[in-house]
């Protein structure tokens, strides 16, 4: 006989009994079934339900913890703990982890998540960085005990040496995969900061590489601040990581040599360039040197004739000055000449000019008012000091001054006639 409860529970009580059974006696559980119902309210949370052949459960996750695209249909396993809603009274799964199950879930999911970074220009070509020429550091996310780590580190030596290799390692499928892949690269850009990055792993099963086909380590990838060369598993095996990543390399030994140059094809390239170099070098001399020689060849030319011309016209010269010189000493001599003959004209018209000069001052002298007055005659003036010539030009009792030899004497008009 079954044991009953002395008192009865409250609901609210036996839904939190209930809830605490289910996690402590069943535990973390992983299901597997359809998806059917699939919805995102207020971008946050995650409903959906699961279905087989005869029984459906409810379930319920966050969406932060989704890392893979969801459409009613596909086949999935997810892991999360048993639970009940107290306000419903509903039973639920509690989802922690999502995983698609089969090749077609698989495909299907690989599908959604490129179109939906596509959409978003994750896979732009305008975006992607290219590579320094000649990296000094690498840097290497993969996981130490695989092939492809160590065929790379390999292949990265023999190419080019002297390169500082860093290995940030990691599990390249599993569980962990996803957000060990998603700290190495944060690790590497803030922590390493190589001239580049290789993340790689080698080939296998659609559910292997499901680690590179994720949002998360593409979104990783696309933040990255270093460049990024992707190369997983064998050539006909493509990527999210692949199609995000700066470079995609068909092969882990293929990333290899995208990154570092093959020393013996540099040595190679720059022997030729020396070879060619020098065969301009010399070339070019030789053309130089026939046109120096062309040049002194036209410069001498040059030169003959135009010393020959400078030699006649030196001549020409000479010959000029001369007749400039004869001309000078006749011009000199007719201008003494000139000189002293204008001295001697110059001397005679002075002489003459004087005499007519002082005739002229005894004829002016003859008329000057002085010597009129000192043959008897007078000058009257007006008291403005102007010669009186006419009685018009004085009034009765006007003053007037009559001019003597000696003296002068003030009048008074006392009558005009």
């Known amino acids: 006989m ?17 809830k605490i059974h289910l996690q402590t006696a069943i535990g973390r559980v992983t299901v597997q079934g359809e998806v059917f119902g699939f919805k995102i309210r207020q971008d946050k949370f995650v409903w959906f339900g699961l279905k087989d052949e005869t029984s459906i459960v409810n379930c319920f996750m966050m969406k932060y913890k989704l890392q893979i695209p969801v459409e009613d249909g596909m086949e999935v396993k997810v892991t999360g703990y048993p639970t009940v809603f107290p306000r ?3 039973f639920n799964l ?8 089969g090749e077609g879930a698989l495909q299907r999911a690989f599908e959604l998540l490129k179109k939906q970074l596509e959409k978003e ?6 975006r992607k960085r290219s590579i320094p020429r000649f990296p000094s550091k690498i840097g290497i996310v993969s996981s130490p005990d695989a092939d492809a780590y160590h065929d790379v580190n390999k292949i990265l030596q023999n190419r080019w040496g002297g390169l500082e290799i860093i290995l940030t390692p990691v599990n390249v499928q599993g569980v962990e995969a996803i957000s060990q892949i998603v700290g190495a690269l944060k690790y590497q850009n803030e922590i390493i900061k190589p001239s580049v990055i290789i993340l790689t792993r080698g080939g296998g099963s659609l559910e292997d590489l499901q680690a590179f086909n994720s949002e998360e380590v593409a979104r990783a ?9 992707c190369g997983v598993g064998h050539e006909r095996d493509i990527t999210i990581a692949d ?30 360039l020396v070879r060619d170099m020098e065969n301009e070098v010399t070339g070019k001399i030789e053309t130089y040197h026939q046109e ?8 001498d030319s040059v030169f003959r004739d135009k010393i020959r011309y400078w030699h006649e016209l030196m001549g020409k010269f000479q010959r000029h000055f001369w007749l400039f010189d004869q001309r000078l000493v006749y011009f000199r001599k007719d201008i003494s000449e000139r000189t002293s003959r204008l001295g001697v004209s110059l001397n005679a018209n002075f002489i003459q000019a004087r005499e007519k000069l002082s005739h002229l001052k005894n004829l002016l002298r003859s008329f000057s008012p002085e010597n009129v007055l000192a043959r008897g005659y007078s000058i009257t003036l007006t008291s403005a000091g102007k010669a ?17 030899k000696r003296g002068q004497l003030d009048s008074t008009i006392i009558k005009k006639q």
Request: proline letters at 5%; glycine letters at 4%.
């Open 121 to 126: 220009g994750l896979f732009d070509l305008e």
């Open 94 to 101: 509690t989802v922690e982890l999502i995983e698609p199950v």
């Open 292 to 299: 120096i020689n062309d040049s002194v060849r036209r410069i």
């Open 388 to 404: 009186v010539t006419s009685t018009g030009q004085v009034e009765i009792n006007d003053t007037i001054v009559t001019k003597l």
């Open 2 to 18: 079954q044991k009953t409860l002395a008192k009865p529970l409250t609901v609210s009580e036996f839904i939190s009994l209930v």
């Open 221 to 229: 990838i696309f933040s990255s601040k270093v460049p990024v060369v």
């Open 88 to 90: 419903k009274g509903t």
């Open 243 to 272: 199609l995000v990543a700066d470079i995609r390399a068909s092969t882990p030994s293929n990333a290899a040599e995208r990154v570092v140059p093959d020393r013996r094809e540099i040595l190679y390239q720059i022997n030729t």
